[in-house]
């Protein structure tokens, strides 16, 4: 990965953080995108320490803004022109209703639409990569999943599961949509689940709620380096230097739900999320 710059979603933390140390650790120079500056800085020192590298950076990114996430692709097309790597790994998990600075419900919003941006505006730079990748971190969870056109931002009848669920099917539906329009290009895209990893995601970080469930559901998950695996073996691996549009666990192909390969939906869903961020595909 030496000359490689690669760009991590959700860096500050669990597996986005445990991912940046190794792929840092293996030379590649590594963009940190982190919502709060904060815990970001603590975050760019323990990776550096972690990964012996001094090739790592801290952006701000909050992808629960698309001003912020516009900024930040900005930021980043002006210091590094090529882009190998994104990984699309940050995610929420909001016990009640939230909303984005723009009006997202905030699981839909920062899972799914701030990635879905970001991705769009780095296209440039990852084309300019001799291969570049796209590697989104879903779920299991996108199997129970529907897109639910009638109210997706559920402003009636809030369900955090299906709200997640939706989620991580629209990650799916959108590696999907990706790889057929990056067809002819040297950008693949590709997405996966990272197992059960013990993180903070479902903690309330104003109140402390949902703590004893994390810690109680601690005995059964794996660590986040383990979690890690698959997003490094998909960034780095050149056993999938050609596939793209493909759902992996441990670093397998795995199926998908009916859902997620149906193009009526992963047209749907593109189409729909364009006009929600503002920004059309670029290509032809």
Not at 40 to 60: D, F, H, I, T, W
Not at 126 to 153: C, E, F, M, Y
Not at 166 to 181: D, E, M
Request: with cysteine; net charge positive.
């Amino acid at each position: 990965m030496k000359n490689k710059t690669v760009i991590v979603t959700g860096a500050n933390s669990g597996v986005g953080l445990a991912t940046t140390v190794e792929l840092a650790r293996r030379g590649a120079t590594v963009v940190m995108a982190c919502r709060s500056a904060e815990r970001g800085e603590a975050a760019l020192k323990l990776a550096r320490e972690r990964s012996g590298s001094n090739q790592l950076e801290l952006v701000p990114c909050d992808l629960g803004s698309l001003e912020s996430i516009r900024a930040f692709a900005s930021t980043v097309r002006e210091r590094h022109p090529v882009v190998d790597v994104l990984v699309n790994n940050a995610g929420v998990v909001s016990l009640k209703r939230e909303t984005t600075r723009d009006g997202f419900e905030s699981q839909l919003g920062v899972n799914h639409l701030g990635h879905f941006l970001l991705t769009l505006l780095l296209l440039e730079p990852l084309k300019r990569a001799p291969q570049g990748r796209v590697v989104t971190v879903s779920s299991g969870a996108h199997r129970v999943g529907n897109i639910h056109w009638a109210d997706p931002h559920f402003t009636r009848g809030y369900s955090m599961w299906r709200g997640y669920a939706q989620s991580k099917l629209a990650n799916v539906l959108f590696t999907k949509g990706l790889a057929y329009r990056m067809r002819g290009t040297p950008v693949t895209a590709n997405c996966l689940h990272p197992g059960a990893v013990g993180t903070q995601l479902g903690v309330d970080r104003d109140t402390g709620g949902g703590k004893a469930i994390m810690k109680l559901l601690s005995y059964v998950f794996i660590t986040p380096e383990q979690g890690a695996d698959t997003s490094v073996y998909l960034a780095t691996s050149d056993e999938v230097s050609g596939v793209s549009g493909e759902y992996f666990y441990r670093r397998e192909p795995a199926p998908v739900s009916r859902l997620a390969e149906d193009r009526e939906q992963i047209e749907r869903l593109w189409f729909w999320s364009e006009k929600q961020v503002g920004e059309q595909f670029p290509f032809p």
